[in-house]
């Protein structure tokens, strides 16, 4: 009661000291939006691993997958206030931030996985910069495998797609659904199956591997292999919990990085197939887009990109110019 004020400030000291670790161990959450059977949560799960082992523990990394701690939407803004120290986002639901974000999901610019990487190896020094200058430090990204058309029906060209209720994920998939008279409502892939039982959606553009995930063959009936896009998840810490690591625990975190960007990409390559005869096994059609079809969303995908570019920065502009080689 009568503790003098110099003496309580020792005391939350102290209390600060042992919260940290007398020998500096530090524990960081790491919130995934995705399943913990998903691909990108279980490459998470597998670098938090790597982390602890490779620093004996002075850095523990408990992954929250499924939204369970933030939800997709909120992720990258608490890792930019620090409620988490570290998480994963699929950065091109951020477009309205800064058109840069949406250099991944473009439509048609980067349709393989070597493209993909070779995009995102030429967009990663602006992407650095730019997660810098919002409190986030860059760590790894792996891609999705590539995005195709989820329908209820067999469809032949965008004017069979008119008045369908349209999931959405980022800007993109957004104006895709607009220009093709869908109407689109951005839901977040934990939501997806409660979104598809009660009819609030019945069509998306995703890939493989999201279908499986929601079983999405128990509401639709054909998967149209567009190869629209490959967007990609970020994982990014937040840079004052950076700061607050000693250099050897910085350098075992990017080190497990990398080794989960390689891993990572690997999986996705390998999911793509896979996750695509998931799709068969459950009763889909998995079939090419009808050559109707894919001039049409050609056609939607150039306007959508050239509206970008419009409103993009000159680091966007620049990473598009190099990458198609102008
Ligand atoms: N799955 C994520 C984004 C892209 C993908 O393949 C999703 O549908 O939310």
Redesign the pocket.
């Known amino acids: 009661m009568n503790r003098s004020p110099k003496l309580s400030v020792l005391a939350a000291a102290a209390v600060g000291l042992l919260a940290s670790g007398a020998a500096g161990a530090a524990k960081w959450d790491m919130p995934l939006?995705?399943p913990a059977s998903n691909f990108h949560s279980e490459n998470a799960a597998a670098f938090a691993a790597c982390v602890g082992k490779s620093t004996g523990g002075k850095l523990e990394i408990a992954t929250h997958p499924g939204g369970s701690l933030f939800k997709?939407n909120e992720i990258k803004r608490a890792v930019q206030t620090g409620q988490a120290q570290i998480g994963e986002r699929?950065l091109?639901a951020h477009q309205n931030e800064n058109a840069l974000f949406g250099i991944d999901s473009q439509p048609f610019l980067a349709t393989s996985f070597k493209d993909a990487e070779r995009l995102w190896e030429i967009a990663r020094p602006a992407m650095q910069k730019l997660l810098d200058s919002q409190n986030l430090v860059y760590l790894y990204s792996v891609p999705?495998?590539p995005?195709g058309l989820y329908v209820k029906k067999a469809v032949d060209s965008a004017a069979d797609l008119k008045g369908i209720k349209f999931?959405a994920?980022?800007a993109t998939t957004a104006k895709m659904a607009e220009l093709t008279g869908m109407i689109p409502t951005q839901?977040?892939?934990a939501e997806?199956t409660q979104a598809f039982s009660t009819g609030v959606v019945e069509s998306?553009?995703?890939?493989?591997?999201?279908g499986n995930?929601s079983k999405i063959w128990e509401h639709v009936s054909h998967f149209y292999t567009v190869d629209a896009w490959?967007?990609r998840?970020t994982v990014m810490a937040n840079k004052a919990a950076w700061n607050g690591l000693d250099e050897a625990t910085r350098k075992a975190v990017t080190d497990c990085a990398a080794q989960a960007a390689k891993n990572g990409y690997e999986k996705a390559v390998a999911y793509t197939d896979m996750t695509l005869e998931g799709l068969r096994k459950g009763g889909m059609t998995v079939a090419p887009p009808s050559d109707k079809l894919k001039a049409d969303l050609q056609e939607v995908g150039k306007v959508i990109i050239d509206e970008w570019l419009k409103g993009a920065g000159p680091e966007a502009k620049e990473v598009v110019d190099k990458f198609r080689g102008n």
């Open positions: 939006a995705y997709g699929l091109s999705w495998p995005q999931r994920y980022n839901v977040e892939a997806l998306m553009i995703t890939s493989g591997a999201t995930d490959l967007p998840n």
